[in-house]
């Protein structure tokens, strides 16, 4: 099996592992705890949250630990509309490609009473500044617009966008999970009032991930989940050690893997290869991570090579399936991609593993595929 999904879920590092099984054994106590054990346990976690707070330009006191980036999406969202800061304003500021979870909770607002506009992105999967600029009114409470696209991989404008937020007194959030570790952040300087991200996107461990918020200590933030004080009163439930644990030795080593990986080295060879073979291709997006492709193949049936091939290549397609019918991914339609061309496109995403061995097996099978068919 060739596995060419990190955007998915990175694989797990070695040393992440190493650590997490460490914590486990010796880190068991509850975090919550007065006595020695358990405060050996909260001050583990306390590293972490320096660490991560040191990474984006925050202070630790910022940094609220939750199950990942969909809870902290919902923390964010929901959580923050609902306090003082909101100051009653009932207008957000999305677009049109964010991950389907921030979808679902501007859908859950909207039938709060809360209005959503939905950007679109230009065709190389960019959400200009001035579309943010044209939507913001005087009673936008927030703005929330991903860092980087998990289908194309294409970087936003962050620092402009959360410029133009500060001048209009609009809190602005961004889904961080596909960039954290693998591109710069610094929340001053970039203007960013919160900012989700996850572990498993960058070779820690699933269910565990953080958000960012600005003088959190400060302003009241209704929680997602209601506990015993945890995470300064925002956050409720016991803090997971051993996932904190993973997340600050993937925070500490995957940035300095991810910049020395050749991805640029894969990607050549990947164009290298698909022309040798004389096979169509498009590649979505423009300005994006070098270890996403969002590749649309106008022969292949992409839904029917992926079935026969399933357990060959871990692979992302284009579109979601429902049970009823193929739905066309929404990230690839507001590019502009028509429902054919969606479906025929696949998602490749590197990890430290890939090799152009692997690429040129890819290449290979869809050769054959387009020969037989
Ligand atoms: C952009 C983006 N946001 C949110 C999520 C959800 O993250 P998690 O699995 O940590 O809840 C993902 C993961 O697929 C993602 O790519």
Request: charged letters at 20%; proline letters at 3%; one cysteine or more.
């Amino acid at each position: 099996m060739i596995y060419f999904d990190s955007a998915g879920s990175f694989p797990v590092l070695d040393e992440v592992k190493e650590k997490v099984i460490g914590t486990i054994t010796s880190h068991y106590a509850n975090p919550s705890s007065d006595h020695a054990a358990g405060v050996m346990a909260a001050d583990g976690i306390e590293k972490v949250r320096e660490q991560i707070a040191e990474m984006i330009g925050a202070t630790p006191s910022e940094i609220i630990f939750t199950s990942g980036a969909t809870e902290s999406n919902n923390l964010a969202l929901k959580g923050l509309l609902n306090c003082d800061l909101a100051k009653n304003k009932k207008h957000i500021i999305t677009s049109k490609i964010e991950h389907k979870c921030i979808l679902s909770i501007c859908s859950y607002l909207e039938s709060c009473g809360y209005e959503v506009t939905y950007l679109s992105p230009d065709s190389t999967g960019k959400i200009s500044v001035d579309t943010v600029k044209t939507a913001l009114r005087g009673d936008t409470a927030l703005v929330s617009i991903m860092h980087v696209n998990n289908e194309l991989g294409t970087l936003n404008p962050i620092s402009e966008i959360g410029e133009l937020c500060f001048q209009n007194g609009t809190l602005f959030h961004t889904d961080a999970a596909q960039s954290f570790g693998k591109t710069e952040i610094d929340v001053d300087d970039m203007n960013i009032d919160l900012l989700s991200l996850s572990a498993h996107k960058i070779g820690g461990i699933k269910g565990i991930g953080a958000l960012y918020i600005r003088d959190a200590r400060d302003i009241d933030v209704l929680p997602v989940i209601h506990g015993a004080g945890q995470e300064i009163g925002i956050r409720g439930g016991t803090v997971a050690t051993p996932l904190v644990s993973g997340l600050g030795e993937a925070c500490t080593i995957f940035p300095k893997y991810y910049v020395s990986a050749d991805f640029a080295q894969i990607n050549a060879h990947l164009e290298r290869e698909l022309k040798s073979k004389s096979i169509k291709y498009t590649i979505n997006g423009e300005n994006k991570l070098p270890h996403i492709v969002s590749l649309t193949l106008p022969e292949v049936d992409v839904i029917t090579f992926l079935l026969a091939h399933r357990e060959d290549f871990s692979l992302a397609q284009g579109s979601a399936c429902s049970s009823k019918e193929i739905e066309a991914s929404h990230v690839l339609k507001a590019i502009g991609l028509d429902r054919e061309k969606a479906e025929r496109t696949i998602r490749l995403s590197f990890d430290f593993n890939t090799t152009k061995h692997d690429i040129s097996t890819l290449v290979s099978k869809l050769q054959t595929f387009i020969e037989g068919a």
